[in-house]
């Protein structure tokens, strides 16, 4: 059998999609090893939403070619679509792809000859109007299964460069959608999540459908007990849509609600779409219908022209909301993006300190989170086992909670007591 290592840098949809050809090759026969081993074939989905993710995916590309001089290295993804030139520069790459045509990519390997030299298949992608279908069915060792139902951006962010990269929305037809979580449900898997660049989009271009939808066809699907959203922004947030969602039982009580400043003006620079006032009353529909709701984010500091006063209003802001976490970013610039070229460019120590403090307060808020539900009974799905019959999972808010067992519990549901908390990790007992 040949072997292949399929990896991804970055996202959650880049997960999915290197899990989703990893199980592509595995049906044409090939033996899928890590990233770590030497393998035949190499397919690597880069990231770009940082300079440091491209250096992250060159230097990968490189440690691929070392573990074996003789392999074809195949380079897909963001930074291919968006530096195809640079990629070729790098020594041993055989194929390139971009954002599209990663359905292709076995046949693409089985055809492909060293005299072809290196292959470029980068093509427009500001004009792709059609979802490319991809997938995964298989129990990949996981209980938790990622459904990329939605492609593309067009919201373009002063400092994002990914909707060059990912082209503009497109979203999977809902049939398709509710097929694949059939097949998962088939395949054992108990929580969905749905995923892709820009899911609070996912159906504006269809005019037919939309995210509620969505969840509406798949929510009775048997077999399906939790459905999560990998991240969704403030504006979708509605009665309407909390009243949909609060319906049936199996929505998980967790939000990643996307944020990135709590400054207005820092938010206008970014060319967020939303105010600081529409995000709080996002945040406060959720908690009027699940008061138990999580509501996680992503917060960058440091952003071109951010004030100690900037920043202090966004620090209060996230105090206010009373987040379960934070992830903080230090401003990264990236070429090709407006921010790249604002003034006032904020001094990496600066970026540091600001970064560390908001940390801080996330570790606190994250601690206050759990430290509620300590001494009550939660439901938990067990995902994975540590040594000495020790197993881990989530609850539907996203607490991680570990528990004792001499039972294989994994992929099971069962109700927790929590007994402590030791950071982000609670502990507790099987009821």
Known sequence: MKSVASFAL???????????????????????VSIDECAEV???NTCTVTNFGDKKSRQLIRRCKRQNPNALVVVAGCYAQTAPEEIKAIEGVNIVLGTKGKNEIVEEVEKYRAEMGIVNHVGEIMTEKIFEPISIHKLMGRTRAYIK??????Q???????????????????????NEVKILAQ?????????????????KELHNTSLLQVVEKIHDIEG????????????????????????????????????????????????????????????????????????????????????????NESYKFAQKVGFSKIHVFPYSPK?????????????????AERSRILIELS????????????????????????????????????????????ENIKNKILRVKLTNAHGERAFGEIC
């Open 10 to 32: 970055g996202c959650k949809v880049n997960q999915v999609e290197s899990e989703a050809i990893a199980e592509a090759f595995a049906e044409k026969g090939y033996r899928v």
């Open 42 to 44: 190499y397919v690597i």
């Open 149 to 154: 139902i939605q492609d593309g951006c067009n």
């Open 156 to 178: 373009f962010c002063s400092y994002c460069i990914i909707p060059y990269a990912r082209g503009p929305v497109r979203s999977r037809p809902e049939a398709e959608v509710e």
């Open 187 to 203: 395949n054992g898997f108990k929580e969905v999540v749905l995923t892709g660049i820009h899911v609070a989009s996912y159906g």
């Open 224 to 311: 399906i007990e939790r459905i999560r959203f990998s991240s969704i922004e403030p504006n979708i947030v509605n009665e309407k849509f909390m009243e949909v969602l609060s319906r049936g039982d199996k929505v998980c009580h967790h939000f990643h609600l996307s944020l990135q400043s709590g400054c207005d003006r820092t938010l206008k620079a970014m060319n967020r779409k939303y105010s600081t006032e529409k995000y709080l009353q996002a945040v406060e529909t959720i908690r009027k219908y699940w008061n138990d709701a999580a509501i996680t984010t992503d917060i960058i500091v440091g952003f071109p022209g951010e004030t100690d006063e900037d920043f």
């Open 335 to 351: 070429r090709g993006t407006l921010a790249e070229k604002m003034d006032c460019q904020i001094d990496p120590q600066v970026k």
């Open 363 to 406: 570790d606190k808020m994250a601690q206050d989170f759990i430290n509620k539900y300590i001494n009550k009974e939660v439901k938990v799905l067990f995902e994975q086992s540590h040594n000495e019959g020790s197993f881990e999972g989530h609850t539907s808010n996203y607490i991680n909670v570990t528990v004792k067992s001499e």
